[in-house]
Each structure stands twice: as structure tokens, then as C-alpha cells.
């Protein structure tokens, strides 16, 4: 018997990519080909293909929603062109309005959806506003409603501005295609651990953040 | 009532006896041995035979009732209800094994991984037979959406969306079934039992594995536990936090300990007005569950959060005249009851964090800044004609924001009319819902005979 879900639980993922002029060439095909094995991946893993939804927000030159909230099979992987500067605020602005409008919180009456999980890739200094949402997201990390991990790519990013944003910051120190892929596997193992129910961190007492798997190796470090 | 200290209160859950046998006395528990199924004779006079298939005697034979200790001279041959309470005595209890070798019949072709065993569960067939849309148009509307490649132009599109029965039937191709690792302290995968009290109450209960831990590897961490004594039934339905390595022990030690607390306390303080006898029995048994909690953890040299569980403790009267409900509550889940106009009405809250899946556990600090607050009691007319006490692997379906109460109510009016209820339950339980794979547990409490046809309104 199936039981047909007017709404199910969802576990939403949302990927904040970095398209700014710096990143052409290798790099933003390296994360084209990292979006594509991601969905590829979280396929072979049957909570993520019941509960996974993913949306993609882009930024470089302006700040945009590439792929709004979407379930994993029916998720495409956009393809980013690179260009512009780094409008990592509208990029954090477009976020916080999805978060509201997207999904199911607690509440003392009943259980919504799973803590959404959000990864932020960027290789260099914000050139818009950004501190004003930065500090609302991370509000929710503090509020326990959201789990923000930002990856810093390259020489040339300041973690300090990504620490003002999250607790959970990673530095990716190489931006070769190899880096990228390991860097997406590791995203795709986070996304499979969250989507355990009272499992990882996503869930159970509150008070931790989401059970990350460890750096994929050398060339990433935590910055604590 | 305070908690003996263990070496005074002879238990069956010492270590006296390795597990699987100390818990083969417990006939009326959702601990059964690995691998079968407890069912528990009805003793209401319809002797029938419970179970269709192969049947296998437990080693104890004799109905024992519902406690921690030894009967001391307490000649029940059924959960706490004297001989001379009740009609009939009841039939013993039976087990019977479910075939692990009932093949799924997939009627998908392709997308079997070789994870997948060819012997599958019941409930795998179940899965296989009820998730299939339209056969070979599922893979065709899925692969479009998945299969191809990036396209040049980029749409924020809506690509071919595919209904929750095709999308089963997709993930139904990557859930794998695997046993458990570790041998200690195993848990069987699915567990039911029907009995009825001398007093006329009515209990059906069924858990079974959920298919996350299925595809872990993991054992059930769901449990409940019973008794029925004088006018009382109390019922403890228990999660364990999945995080933690032994949460099923710690599920299974907070349903036992909290029902034998309050039984105990219940049947010693008889002087008492209810009110006060039943808030203090319902407080002193979540403490008597987090002691068995901290107990067990000391004899196993291990944190006692890696115990950690909900704990969901109900206490019903059926005596004529007033009638009392008692609900203690810690963690997710929750009870359910039908009003006599067909109506449901959720009686519980539960805990929630700000996100799905986070509760609270018996062990976590907040739960216990908060003991007395957690337990209610009510004066009502008549007893509830239904009530269901479930975890959230269940009830999460049917409550909002996913669900409503009414579509839980409805199927299991029917399921709980079938003469061999309890397996029919442990049936339904196995319902394939777009991501809802937790364990699930329910208990269903009747009072008089279900009406097949009710006014809804």
C-alpha cells in the first residue's frame, strides 16, 4: 500500500556557487562537472532520492537563482559561466528569502522538515554589501535552524569574511579539478548523513551542528 | 517508591541469563527473539488459532505477566490480571515465524542493484507489489528528467516531475535489507501481539524495523511494553535516538522499567485519590526508567546518552464510573485518541526542535528541568473508543504539516476488525510513503467493539 504524501519531508540543499570572473577557465568547469556528479551520486542513495531537494544560487557579476528548490530527480545541473565580480550579499540575500519561503520549520505543534543544509563555494573578497545578510544567516546557524558550511577556494580568499557568516568554514587551498571533485564527493557524503532521520547531527538533541565527514584529504583544512 | 538498588530486585534483565533467553519469559513485551514473532493468545473465548503458518513454541510456554520481578506467588497467568478476573484464561503465547523466504516479486526490470537480496522480507513483497505505477512509463518519465545530459541553454525549467509511486519504485530499487553486525543485544525486526484484559480492555500492537535501518545494517530501536492489573492498563512506547550505538537498549529499558514502576506504585498506594496516585506514578516512572537508564550504563561502563530515548508512558482506567487517562511524555510521537461523535483528537504535543527529526531524549538535561510539566492527566466521561499511542516513524504521516489524523483513524478501524489483527497491523505498518523510513510502533487501546460504519462529519 502506498500512501500517497499530500507533502513530504523534505531535506533542502542549497549550493551557493561562486561565478566571478576569477573563476573562469578550470575552475567553473570544475564545479559544472562537481553539480552533475552530486546529483549523480546522491541518486544512488535511497533517502536522498525520497528526501533531497536541491536548488542552486549562483554569483558572479549579479546574484541569481540558477535551479530554485527542486526535487533530486528532477533536478538539472546548471551549466555557470563565469564573469564579474562577487556579489556574495545578494547571493546570502537570495538565501535567507528562500529559506523563508521554502520550507517547513518546527514548530511546538509538529515536526517539519529536515535542518536545510547550505555549502558555499567562493575563491575571493565579496565586492557588494554583505555583512548585513551575512549576520542573518548566521543568526540561523546560531538559532540551530540551518547548517551553513562555507569552502573557501584558493590563495586568494579571506576567511575571516567567511567566519562572519559561519562557524563551519573549510579551505580548499587548491583549485584544480581534482580539488573540485574531491570537494563535491564530500558534499554529496554530508547530504547522505543528513539525510539519516535521528541521525548525524541533523537531528537528535539540537545542540550539535550537522555530523560533517572529515576534509577529503590534503589541500583542506578546517579553520576552526 | 524509590528504584531498588539491583542486587535486592531480582530482575529478568540481569545478566544472569544471556539476552535472548531472559527475554523469552517476556511474552507480552515488543522484546521476542530474534527473527520470530510473539503473538500472544486473546482471551476472549473465540478460541481461534492466531497464527496461519508454521508455528514454533517459545521456550516458556506459560503466559507471564507483565513485570521486572518474579511473580512472587502472584498465581496471573496473564498480564496482571487475576484468575478471577477474567472470563477465560488466555490461550499460551505462540510465536511464528515469518518465512525469510518469500521472494519479492519486482515488476520493475532494471535499477535491481546487486545490493539487493533475492530473499526479501514480507514486507520487501509488500513493497514490491504495492509501490509499481505503470510499470515500464516510470523508468521512461524518470530517465528524461535524470539521464540526459546538460542541455546549452539553461531553463530554470520544470522537467518532468514524477508522482511519489514512480518515485518509489525508484528508491524500492536502491533500499537494501541487511542483517545486523553485531549479535548483542539483537532485536527482532518485527514484532506484534493482540490481548484482551479480564476487565474487556482491548490492546493491538505492532513494530517493525524501519527501512533506513534496513539499509544500515541497524537493529529496530523502537520498543513498547505493557500491563494490565486491577482496572488499569498502562502502555510505554519508546524510540531510541539513532545516533547512539545502544539506543535500543535503552528504548527497550525505559518501556519495561517506567510500566513495572507505575504498576507497582499503583497497586501499593490503593488509599489514595487517583489524581495524585497517577501523576506521581506517571513522573515516578520516567525517573524509574532514566535510573534504569543510568544503571544499565554504569554495568556497561558507557555514557548513559548513548541509551538515549523517547519515552511516551500512557495509564487508562476502565473502571465504571469516572474514568482516567494519564499521559507522561518525553521526546516525539505521541497518542491519539477517536471521540465517541467519530472525531480525532491528537492528546499530545511532543518535542520538537526547530527542524525535523530533533527531539528530546529521557537523557538529555532540558527533559529533565522539566519532569513535572511532562505529565497530564484527564477526568473523562467514558473511555475513548480508540486509542494509539505511536512513534513518530507513524505519526509524523499522519499529522500536519504531512498528514492528517483522520487518514490514520480510517484504515486502522478496518485493519483493527481483522481476526488476526495483530499480524494485520504489523501489515499495514509496512505502508510505503515518500521519506518515511523510520521504525514504526503503534499500540492501539479499545475499550468496547470498534463500529465498522461511524458518523463523520
Known amino acids: 500500500m502506498v500512501v500517497e504524501a499530500q507533502r513530504s519531508r523534505r531535506l533542502p540543499i542549497y549550493i551557493l556557487a561562486d561565478r566571478s570572473g576569477s573563476m573562469a577557465g578550470d575552475p567553473i568547469v570544475a564545479v559544472n562537472q562537481g553539480l552533475q556528479f552530486l546529483k549523480s551520486d546522491l541518486e544512488t542513495e535511497p533517502r536522498a532520492v525520497e528526501s533531497v531537494w536541491i536548488s542552486v544560487i549562483s554569483f558572479g557579476g549579479q546574484a541569481r537563482v540558477e535551479v530554485p528548490l527542486t526535487e533530486l530527480m528532477a533536478f538539472i545541473p546548471p551549466i555557470l559561466n563565469a564573469e564579474g565580480g562577487t556579489p556574495l550579499g545578494g547571493a546570502l540575500r537570495l538565501l535567507n528569502q528562500a529559506i523563508d519561503n521554502d520550507i517547513i520549520s518546527s514548530t511546538g505543534q509538529h515536526t517539519g522538515d529536515y535542518k536545510p543544509l547550505v555549502f558555499l563555494f567562493t575563491d575571493g573578497e565579496p565586492t557588494d554589501e554583505w555583512r548585513t545578510p551575512a549576520q542573518e544567516v548566521k543568526q540561523r546557524t546560531q538559532a540551530k535552524t540551518a547548517n551553513i558550511i562555507a569552502v573557501g577556494c584558493g590563495s586568494q580568499v579571506n576567511t575571516t569574511t567567511l567566519k562572519e557568516i559561519t562557524e563551519s568554514v573549510m579551505l580548499m587551498e587548491n583549485t584544480g579539478p581534482g580539488d573540485f571533485q574531491r570537494l563535491l564527493a564530500w558534499v554529496s557524503m554530508s547530504v547522505k548523513r543528513a539525510s539519516v532521520p535521528k541521525g548525524g547531527g541533523n537531528s537528535g538533541t539540537g545542540t550539535a551542528t550537522v555530523d560533517l565527514p572529515p576534509p577529503p584529504g590534503s589541500g583542506f583544512k578546517i579553520v576552526f | ?457
Open chain 2, 1 to 457: 517508591m524509590g528504584c531498588d538498588q539491583a542486587e535486592d530486585r531480582p530482575s529478568v534483565l540481569e545478566d544472569a541469563k544471556p539476552v535472548e533467553e531472559a527475554y523469552a519469559d517476556l511474552a507480552f513485551s515488543s522484546s521476542a527473539l530474534a527473527g520470530e514473532i510473539a503473538i500472544a493468545g486473546a482471551s476472549t473465548g473465540d478460541a481461534q488459532p492466531l497464527s496461519a503458518g508454521p508455528v514454533a513454541q517459545q521456550t516458556s510456554v506459560e503466559a507471564q505477566p507483565v513485570e521486572t520481578q518474579p511473580a512472587h506467588g502472584d498465581p496471573c497467568n496473564n498480564a496482571g490480571v487475576r484468575p478471577e478476573d477474567s472470563a477465560a484464561v488466555p490461550t499460551a503465547p505462540v510465536a511464528m515465524l515469518i518465512s525469510p523466504e518469500i521472494e519479492p516479486t519486482p515488476q520493475v526490470d532494471a535499477g535491481l542493484s546487486p545490493g539487493i537480496s533475492p530473499g526479501g522480507s514480507a514486507d520487501r513483497e509488500m513493497l514490491a507489489q504495492t509501490a509499481i505505477g505503470p510499470g515500464g512509463n516510470i523508468e521512461s518519465s524518470v530517465e528524461n528528467s535524470a539521464g540526459t545530459g546538460p542541455s546549452p541553454v539553461q531553463l530554470i525549467s520544470s522537467p518532468e516531475v514524477p508522482s511519489d509511486e514512480a518515485l518509489l519504485a525508484r528508491s524500492l530499487a536502491l533500499w537494501r535489507e541487511i542483517e545486523p553486525d553485531d549479535p548483542r543485544d539483537a532485536v527482532s525486526h518485527l514484532v506484534c501481539q493482540e490481548h484482551v484484559t479480564g476487565r474487556g480492555a482491548r490492546l493491538v500492537a505492532a513494530s517493525r524495523r524501519g527501512r533506513s535501518h534496513a539499509h544500515e545494517g541497524k537493529y529496530r530501536e523502537d520498543a513498547y511494553h505493557w500491563a494490565a492489573f486491577d482496572e488499569w492498563v498502562v502502555v510505554a512506547v519508546t524510540d531510541g535516538a539513532g545516533s547512539k550505538p545502544l539506543a535500543r537498549v535503552g528504548a527497550r529499558l525505559a518501556a519495561e522499567a517506567s510500566v513495572s514502576y507505575v504498576r507497582q506504585a499503583m497497586k501499593a498506594h490503593l488509599e489514595l485519590d487517583v489524581p495524585p496516585l497517577l501523576r506521581g506514578a506517571l513522573a515516578g516512572g520516567m525517573m524509574n526508567a532514566l535510573a534504569r537508564i543510568h544503571e544499565e550504563a554504569a554495568r556497561r561502563r558507557c555514557d548513559p546518552d548513548d541509551l538515549a530515548t523517547t519515552l511516551i508512558l500512557v495509564a487508562c482506567s476502565t473502571a465504571p464510573g469516572t474514568q482516567w487517562l494519564g499521559i507522561a511524555q518525553v521526546g516525539d510521537g505521541g497518542v491519539a485518541a477517536q471521540r465517541l461523535d467519530g472525531g480525532c483528537t491528537l492528546l499530545t504535543q511532543g518535542d520538537h526542535g526547530s527542524f525535523g527529526g530533533a527531539t528530546l531524549f529521557l537523557t538529555s538535561h532540558e527533559a529533565q528541568l522539566t519532569w513535572m510539566k511532562r505529565v497530564r492527566t484527564y477526568e473523562v466521561a467514558a473511555p475513548a473508543p480508540l486509542l494509539l499511542i505511536a512513534t513518530d516513524g507513524v505519526l509524523d504521516d499522519f499529522t500536519p504539516p504531512f498528514g492528517d489524523l483522520s487518514s490514520l483513524f480510517v484504515p486502522l478501524r478496518v485493519v483493527l476488525q481483522q481476526p488476526n489483527a495483530a499480524t494485520a497491523l504489523l501489515e499495514w505498518l509496512a505502508y510505503a510513503r515518500r521519506s518515511s523510513y523510520d521504525d514504526r510502533t503503534l499500540v492501539a487501546l479499545m475499550f468496547t467493539p470498534i463500529q465498522t460504519v461511524s458518523p463523520w462529519t
